[in-house]
C-alpha cells in the first residue's frame, strides 16, 4: 500500500489521484446498469455558457463512453442575447455526431411567433423542448408556456424543463399544463426538487409528467426513487455542470441501494428515454411502464448511522463550496464522524471515504478562483469554477454518494491511503 501526504503532495498528484478514484467509482457503477441496453443520459448540453461552462460535442461524447451511455439528449446552454444561432449550432452538432447526440430547441419568450420557431426547430432536427423558466424568467401559466406547452403538445414531443436551484414551487402550473396536453410529456429535471415534497405522488394519473436525476445531492435522487414509479423517471447527468461519471454513480448506486432491479433499471437508463422521445416500441422488459409494481423496491437506502453523519457534514460543506464560504469547520466535523473504531465492520471504508474528502477540500484549498456555479444549475451571472475547482468538487459529490450507498462496493485505487 502507497501513502500520500495530501499536505505535501503537489496539485497535480492530487489531480491524478482524484481522476483515478473517480474513473474506478464510475467503472463499478458502470456494473450496476444492464448491459443489454441501449442508455441514454437525457440531461446534456454542449456549447459555451454566458457563465464560461463550456462543453465541445467531442468531450461530450467522451464522457458518454466513459459512462456506457449510448446516446444523450443535448440543449444549448445560457445565451441572454437569445438562441437562434444556439439552437442551430447544437442541431448541427448533434447531426455531425453520428447519431449519438439529439437536439433539443431552446424555447425564448421574446422570440415572436413561439408556435412557428418551435415548429421550425422541430422540423430541423430537433427531438424535443428546453425550458428553463429562471434564466428566461417566466412561469408556467405565462401566454408563452401555454403556447409552446400546446405547440409540444401537436407535435407530441417532450419538454425539459429546470426544476431545481433557484425555482419556487412550479409543479402546479406543470400539473395545469400536463392535463390540458396530454400528447406532450413534461419532464421536470434536477429530480424536481422544486417540488419534490409532493409532486410524485399528487401527478399518479398524470404519466406524461416525468422526471430527471441530474442533481448533485443523493438524497433528493433517493427520495425520488423511492416514490416515483419505473416508467417516470430518466437517468440525466447534465454536462457541463455535472459529470457523467458523478451522475452515472449517483443515479446508479441510489437506485440499486433503493431496491430497483435490473426491469426498473434498463427503463431508468435508457428504454424512458426512447420511448419519450423516440416514440419507440420497446420490449416489455424495458419499458417498465408506470403501473408496473417493485416488490421489494420503493424504499430510502439503508444507512450505517456514523456515513449519514459525515454526509450531512459532507453536504453542508459542498454547499457552502458551491457559494465561496469557508467550509473549512463542516470539512472537520465530517472527518471526525469517519473517526470510527478499527474493528467496526465498515473501517476500511470509511478511511477510503475519509482519504477522497481530504484530496477533495485540499485541490479547492489550493483553487484560488471566487467564481461558483452548482453542479446541474446554470447561474446567469457569476462565473463557473474553475477547472482545478470542479475536480475537486466532482471527487467530493461522488464521495457524498459512497456515503450514502454503503451497502454497494466502494473500490479504492491502488490500495492509496491519502493523510492528512
Not at 425539459?160 to 390540458?180: F, N, P, Q, S
Not at 476500511?348 to 474528502?357: I, K, N, Q, T, Y
Request: negative net charge; aromatic residues 4%.
Amino acid at each position: 500500500m502507497r501513502t500520500i501526504d495530501v499536505e505535501t503532495a503537489s496539485t497535480e498528484e492530487l489531480v491524478e489521484l482524484a481522476g483515478q478514484q473517480v474513473r474506478a467509482w464510475t467503472a463499478a457503477a458502470r456494473k450496476l446498469v444492464p448491459r443489454d441496453i441501449v442508455a441514454v443520459d437525457s440531461h446534456c448540453h454542449i456549447g459555451r455558457d454566458s457563465d464560461g461552462s463550456e462543453l465541445t460535442a467531442k468531450e461530450l461524447i467522451a464522457q458518454l463512453d466513459a459512462t456506457g451511455m449510448g446516446h444523450g439528449l443535448v440543449a444549448p446552454l445560457h445565451h441572454p442575447e437569445g438562441y437562434a444561432d444556439e439552437n442551430r449550432i447544437v442541431r448541427e452538432m448533434c447531426l455531425a455526431s453520428g447519431g449519438r447526440l439529439h437536439a433539443l430547441h431552446r424555447c425564448d419568450p421574446r422570440v415572436v411567433g413561439i408556435a412557428a420557431d418551435i415548429a421550425a426547430g422541430l422540423e430541423a432536427g430537433a427531438v424535443g423542448l428546453k425550458w428553463h423558466p429562471r434564466a428566461e424568467a417566466f412561469s408556467m401559466l405565462d401566454d408563452f408556456a401555454m403556447l409552446s406547452a400546446a405547440a409540444a403538445d401537436a407535435a407530441g414531443v417532450p419538454i425539459l424543463i429546470h426544476a431545481g436551484r433557484g425555482m419556487g414551487r412550479l409543479g402546479e402550473g406543470v400539473v395545469e399544463l400536463a392535463r390540458a396536453n396530454l400528447c406532450a410529456t413534461f419532464i421536470l429535471a434536477h429530480a424536481a426538487i422544486s417540488d419534490l415534497a409532493w409532486i410524485v405522488e399528487a401527478t399518479e394519473d398524470l404519466p406524461n409528467i416525468v422526471f430527471d436525476t441530474s442533481w448533485w445531492r443523493p438524497t433528493d435522487v433517493a427520495m425520488l426513487l423511492a416514490t416515483a414509479p419505473p416508467g417516470r423517471v430518466l437517468y440525466a447527468s447534465d454536462p457541463p455542470y455535472g459529470t457523467a461519471g458523478m451522475g452515472l454513480q449517483i443515479t446508479a448506486r441510489m437506485a440499486r441501494a433503493c431496491g430497483w432491479g435490473d426491469s426498473a433499471m434498463r427503463a431508468l437508463m435508457g428504454g424512458n428515454a426512447r420511448r419519450i422521445f423516440e416514440r419507440a416500441d420497446l420490449s416489455g422488459d424495458e419499458r417498465a411502464d408506470g403501473a408496473e409494481a417493485l416488490p421489494g423496491a420503493h424504499h430510502m437506502p439503508v444507512e450505517v448511522p456514523a456515513f449519514r453523519r459525515a454526509a450531512e457534514y459532507l453536504a453542508t460543506s459542498v454547499q457552502i463550496d458551491f457559494t465561496g464560504g469557508d467550509a473549512a469547520e463542516t470539512y472537520d466535523l465530517a472527518q471526525s464522524a469517519l473517526a470510527i473504531p478499527a474493528d467496526h465492520e465498515h473501517s476500511d471504508r470509511a478511511e477510503l471515504l475519509a482519504g477522497a474528502m481530504r484530496v477533495g477540500q485540499a485541490i479547492i484549498d489550493r483553487d484560488n478562483s471566487d467564481a461558483i456555479a452548482v453542479p446541474g444549475e446554470p447561474e446567469p451571472g457569476p462565473r463557473a469554477p474553475s477547472a482545478l475547482r470542479r475536480v475537486g468538487i466532482e471527487l467530493l459529490v461522488c464521495t457524498l454518494t459512497h456515503l450514502a450507498t454503503p451497502g454497494l462496493p466502494s473500490p479504492g485505487v491502488e490500495r492509496t491511503r491519502w493523510d492528512a
